[in-house]
């Protein structure tokens, strides 16, 4: 498994100072959602993308309309994966993934809340997308497991499989087993006293 590590909520300068710290052990650097909105992505992913060695940079815009222009836009700020909302239109959804395809980057649609029959429909329209099984930040991981269980039912052979929300270093061989490809970390390393120790434990754990 691959170890994203989310960055969220903090100064650019912070933000700087915590790549340099995680970038030798996360496979993937997320950009959040919240850094994205304060600086915008010149000030947020275009102005990080040089700190972060040889992990790969999300940025996290959760696009929901405007695919395309939302896409080109953080492909362009340096993005390596770009994030869409899996709520998003029919029309919405294409448009990012073409997007993505056409600048030979990947994309990641976040399912966060989906019902059963649209995590299929989404899963089976999109097979070259990152599937985010993604509970929210408000239920503290609860449940975490279930969703990564049921979700999974109704992906086709071989997806590509992101688990977000709450993941604990415990859960991690579980997930390996399940054929997850990448887990979404964000707190448990960003919080923790020695956020070095954290992400190198998380990434051991990954492997």
Sequence with gaps: MKLQVAIDRVSKAAAREMIEVLRDSADIIEIGTSLIKDFGLTGSVAALRECC???RLLADVKTCDEGAYEFERSFEAGADIVTVMGFSSEATLQACAETARRFG???MIDLMELDEERVRR??????DA???VH???DKNGEGLEERVRRDLQ???????VAVAGGVKQAQLPLFRELGVEIVIVGGAITKAEDMRQAAEEFAAASI
């Design 130 to 132: 990152i599937l985010c």
């Design 122 to 127: 989404v899963a089976a329209a999109f097979p």
């Design 53 to 55: 060695g040889p992990a």
């Design 105 to 107: 980057k990947d994309y």
């Design 135 to 137: 509970l929210p930040s």
């Design 154 to 160: 109704q992906f086709p052979a071989g997806a590509r």
